[in-house]
C-alpha cells in the first residue's frame, strides 16, 4: 500500500515571496504519477501540477514547479511570487498506475499574507 | 460548461434517511469515482467505475450503492444515514482506465447528517 506523508499541516506566506510545500510517499511500485491539488475555500479540487515517475526533469507550471526526487521518494511543491489567490489547502497525490488508485496526503493549510 | 458537475450542492438530512448525490460529466470520459472528504480534509477514495463497471470498491459500507446509468453519470445513493456519513463528497473522471492519473473534480457536495 501507498502512503503519502504531508508533515506541514499548516503555512503562511507573505505576498511575492517564495514558499516550498513537502510531500514524501513510500511505495515499491516503478511505475506512478506524482500531483499537487489545491483546495481553495470554494471546495473545489484543482490540479496544480503533475509528475510523471519515470521523467527525472522537474515539471513546471507557471509560478509552481516540484522538486522531484525519486530515490528520497520526496516531492515538494515550490510557489514563486505567492498571490493572495493561492491561499488554499495544498493536496500531494500519489497514483498507482498498475492498481488505478489515488491516494492523497493529508493537506497543506497555505495562507498568503498580504 | 461544467466539465464535472454534481447536484446538490449541500444536503442536510437526518440520520436515518436515504439520499442520492448525482453526478455527470460532458468531457466525453470513460472512467468516474466518487471521494470522500471528512472533517479533517482527509480525502479518500470510495468507487471507481469504468464504462458503467465498478473497479474500485474501496471498504465502503454497503449502505453506500454507486449506479453508473451510462458513462457520463455516476451516482451515489446512501442508505440509512448515520452521523459519521457527514463530509463533502467529491466526484471526479478521467479519459479513461489509462489515464487515470489526471482526475478532473466536481465542486463536491457537502452533506450534513443531523
Known amino acids: 500500500a501507498q502512503t503519502v506523508t504531508q508533515s506541514q499541516p499548516e503555512m503562511s506566506v507573505q505576498e511575492a515571496e517564495t514558499v516550498t510545500l513537502s510531500c514524501t510517499y513510500d511505495t515499491s511500485e516503478s511505475n506512478y504519477y506524482l500531483f499537487w491539488y489545491k483546495q481553495p475555500p470554494s471546495r473545489q479540487m484543482i490540479l496544480v501540477i503533475r509528475?510523471?515517475?519515470?521523467?527525472?526533469q522537474n515539471a513546471t507550471e507557471n509560478r509552481f514547479s516540484v522538486n522531484f526526487q525519486k530515490a528520497a521518494k520526496s516531492f515538494s511543491l515550490k510557489i514563486s511570487d505567492s498571490q493572495l489567490g493561492d491561499t488554499a489547502m495544498y493536496f500531494c497525490a500519489f497514483h498507482n498506475t498498475n492498481a488505478g488508485k489515488s491516494t492523497f496526503g493529508d493537506g497543506t493549510t497555505l495562507t498568503v499574507k498580504p | 460548461d461544467t466539465a464535472v458537475s454534481q447536484t446538490p450542492k449541500y444536503l442536510v438530512t437526518q440520520m436515518g434517511n436515504d439520499k442520492s448525490i448525482k453526478c455527470e460529466q460532458n468531457?466525453?470520459?470513460?472512467?468516474m469515482y466518487w471521494y470522500k472528504q471528512d472533517s479533517k480534509k482527509f480525502l479518500k477514495i470510495m468507487f471507481s467505475?469504468?464504462?458503467?463497471?465498478?473497479?474500485i470498491n474501496e471498504t465502503v459500507p454497503n449502505r453506500f450503492s454507486p449506479k453508473s446509468p451510462d458513462k457520463a453519470h455516476l451516482n451515489l445513493h446512501i442508505n440509512s444515514l448515520e452521523l459519521g456519513d457527514s463530509a463533502v463528497y467529491f466526484c471526479a473522471s478521467s479519459q479513461d482506465l489509462a489515464a487515470q492519473e489526471t482526475q478532473y473534480f466536481g465542486p463536491g457536495t457537502r452533506l450534513l447528517v443531523l
Open positions: 509528475q510523471e515517475a519515470y521523467k527525472q
Open positions: 467505475y469504468n464504462n458503467k463497471e465498478l473497479i
Open positions: 468531457l466525453g470520459h470513460d472512467t
